[in-house]
């Protein structure tokens, strides 16, 4: 079964500073999704994107987000200056009918 | 907000049938039942959707009552490996469609 491919599996990053978390999704898969997951809480949607542009944004999603196709396959979120409680999972996701197929998260750790 | 609500916890003996409730009596019309679940930290994982009838595949069954107010996912014969969180989520069907709002879910511990 096709995977959603995420990179790094963990990063430790100091407050302030930028990062960004990589995604290989699914080809030929249009509409791309990140979540977070703050330890112990819920998975939150963050911001959705399709046709080369974001089509949906949570009020988590301030401008210290950002996300890009930036060679037409890969898929980043990038995050400007972090804070600690950027601290999570991050989950990139590919849509279908059937569902959605996820990535194995990034986990950041801000120090 | 979520749009259903989960039992916080459930234990099931390893080779038994768990099942798995979920209220979601504000369902609309073309809003299907969704069920994914997740192991660990690990990204959530589909299972299986429907919208009136019963569904069953390879990892599950689910039951969706004749006025849709709820459902049940049943996983046959249970397995220490289907340990998880489960989510049920209600949302438009189709790729691309409505972001995906997940509640606290439903911890399944599976016992030997």
């Known amino acids: ?111 | 907000d979520a749009k259903t609500t989960q039992p916080t916890s459930m234990d099931c003996a390893e080779g038994r049938a768990a099942n798995l409730p979920c209220n979601h009596s504000t369902i609309s019309g073309n809003e299907y039942v969704y069920w994914y679940r997740q192991i660990h930290s690990q990204g959530p994982q589909y299972i299986i959707h429907g919208l009136k009838n019963n569904e069953t595949n390879e990892m599950a069954s689910l039951i969706i009552t004749e006025d849709r107010k709820s459902s049940t996912l049943i996983l046959p014969h249970a397995t220490l490996r289907d340990t998880a969180v489960y989510y049920c989520i209600v949302r438009v069907a189709g790729e691309g469609a409505q972001k995906l709002v997940f509640g606290q879910g439903t911890r399944l511990t599976i016992n030997p």
């Open chain 1, 1 to 111: 079964e096709p995977e959603v491919t995420q990179t790094p599996s963990h990063q430790v990053t100091q407050m302030g500073q930028e990062v960004i978390l990589r995604c290989v999704p699914i080809s030929n898969h249009l509409y791309f999704y990140w979540y977070r997951q703050i330890l112990g809480q819920k998975v939150e949607f963050l911001v959705s994107f399709y046709n080369n542009e974001i089509s949906e944004k949570s009020e988590i999603f301030d401008d210290q987000f950002s996300v890009e196709r930036p060679d037409g396959s890969n898929f980043t979120l990038k995050i400007r200056s972090t804070k600690l409680e950027d601290s999570a999972m991050y989950f990139c996701a590919n849509a279908r009918v059937e569902g959605y197929t996820f990535g194995s998260g990034t986990r950041l750790t801000v120090v």
